[in-house]
């Protein structure tokens, strides 16, 4: 799985389309999409067209690894908080808005 991440992330980075002239923007992708992505842990499965990755090398001052979202509904990986813990509680928090939005009859 996380070989066909690193590919997406590879081939939009090709796409000469992009216009990506700014050599330093150019690279923090390269970092933010490439590096981290091929060496994070996925800790989900496919689930409502979404992972949650682990990267072991971008730790907080406790030890936690930064995690974050690769989703079909955003075109690149978001690198979201700086543990496991936080983004649980993040995604907790975004189901609870979702589901208290909905209109019910």
Known sequence: ???HLYELALNAENNNDQGWTN?????DYRYEQGTRVKRSLVI???GDAAVWLLDPEEKDA???????????WNPAMEWLTA????????????FLEFRDSQYIP
Not at 84 to 94: D, G, K, N, V
């Open 1 to 3: 799985m996380i070989d």
């Open 23 to 27: 050599e330093e923007f150019r690279d």
């Open 44 to 46: 989900s499965s496919w």
């Open 62 to 72: 406790h030890g936690e690894w930064s995690a974050g979202r690769w989703a079909s």
């Open 83 to 94: 543990s496991f813990a936080e983004l649980m509680l993040q995604e907790f928090e975004s």
